[in-house]
Nanobody, 112 residues
Framework: VQLQASGGGLVQAGGSLRLSCVASGISTEINNMGWYRQAPGKQRELVAL???????SYEDSVKGRFSISKDNANNTMYLQMDSLKPEDTAIYYC???????WGQGTQVTVSS
């Protein structure tokens, strides 16, 4: 199983980024999947979850700003992040839910 996250970068507060996660070895269609993040000095947390049927849920601090989606035909998951805040700065990871082995994340840095 490989889950490769990409799309991070440096953005000013209020800006947007779109993260992508290409999955291989598993099907996004039949797995619950999520975006997680780990900020410096903090534990990794689940930010957004998308179920098999497309049902989504979000951590409270990102509700209304982040949107998770997936393209089952291309085995890819996305995280659209709008109205970014400095506190969103973290390494973002994609994984199944519940999570399995962690791959390489993508750094998101939001400047004030």
């Amino acid at each position: 199983v490989q889950l490769q996250a990409s799309g991070g970068g440096l953005v000013q507060a209020g800006g947007s980024l779109r993260l992508s996660c290409v999955a291989s070895g598993i099907s996004t269609e039949i797995n619950n999947m999520g975006w997680y993040r780990q900020a410096p000095g903090k534990q990794r947390e689940l930010v957004a979850l998308i179920g098999v049927g497309g049902t989504t849920s979000y951590e409270d601090s990102v509700k209304g700003r982040f949107s998770i989606s997936k393209d089952n035909a291309n085995n890819t998951m996305y995280l659209q992040m709008d109205s970014l805040k400095p506190e969103d700065t973290a390494i973002y990871y994609c994984n199944l839910f519940p999570a399995r082995a962690w791959g390489q994340g993508t750094q998101v840095t939001v400047s004030s």
